[in-house]
């Protein structure tokens, strides 16, 4: 089934630890999205990639970064200068920036000792 | 940046009734609107969305309403079930971004 796959679903981290979250899609798109989802906050986009080889920054990219070296996956890693990392990360994707909607993949859970 | 703003954090409603969850947005260039549903630790799913051109569409038990002059969007759930308690985002897309309301969280009660 095409989809949106996120992994790990949970993930533990020590202070001080980059850490690395995966998103494969394999529904063809175009653009690949993380979002961060805190409580009582609406999500906010971390970075963005509309095509391979090229990505943005969204509203809170400081402390993330990205690569999009394949049109499938879009890997987010969250790095020691991420003040509060613990938090709600999700991956999406869509056909493109201006075209339909996100598909959402199910989450990763990042939790910082 | 974008205000997507959620009258009314929680709702309760008794199985079988409608319900109404609304939606204000700020940016008056948005064409593109979605409402998701979220269910505890898992991804938002794709409810039903609706562009500017049009200030009505229906689905499957669900109907989203918008009214471009008061910017603001509505999602209507007919004959509610236990099963549609979650939380629903409203987001809108000008062409840059998607932006997204805090969430309503639905109760279904039995």
């Known amino acids: 089934d095409g989809g949106i796959t996120q992994s790990p679903k949970y993930l533990f981290r020590k202070e001080g630890q980059n850490v690395t979250l995966s998103c494969e899609q394999n529904?063809?798109?175009?653009?690949m999205y993380w979002y961060r989802q805190d409580p009582g906050q609406g999500l906010r986009l971390i970075y963005y990639?509309?095509?391979?080889?090229?990505?943005q920054k969204g509203d809170i990219a400081e402390g993330y970064s990205v690569s999009r070296e394949k049109k499938e996956s879009f890997p987010l890693t969250v790095t020691s200068a991420q003040k509060n990392p613990t938090a709600f990360y999700l991956c999406?994707?869509?056909?493109?920036?201006?075209?339909?909607?996100?598909?959402f993949g199910e989450g990763s859970r990042l939790t910082v000792l | 940046g974008e205000s997507v703003g959620l009258h009314l954090p929680t709702l309760s409603v008794q199985e079988g009734d409608n319900s109404i969850i609304n939606c204000a947005y700020s940016n008056s260039a948005s064409d593109y609107f979605i409402w998701y549903k979220q269910e505890s630790g898992k991804g938002p799913q794709f409810i039903i969305d609706i562009r500017s051109n049009m200030d009505k569409r229906q689905g499957q038990r669900v109907t989203v309403l918008l009214n471009k002059t008061v910017k603001h969007l509505s999602l209507q759930i007919a004959a509610t079930q236990p099963g549609d308690s979650a939380v629903y985002f409203c987001?809108?897309?000008?062409?840059?971004?998607?932006?997204f309301g805090t969430g309503t969280s639905l109760t279904v009660i039995p």
């Open positions: 529904l063809n798109h175009d653009a």
């Open positions: 987001a809108e897309n000008s062409g840059n971004q998607f932006y």
């Open positions: 999406a994707s869509s056909a493109g920036q201006r075209t339909g909607e996100l598909f």
């Open positions: 990639s509309q095509i391979v080889n090229d990505f």
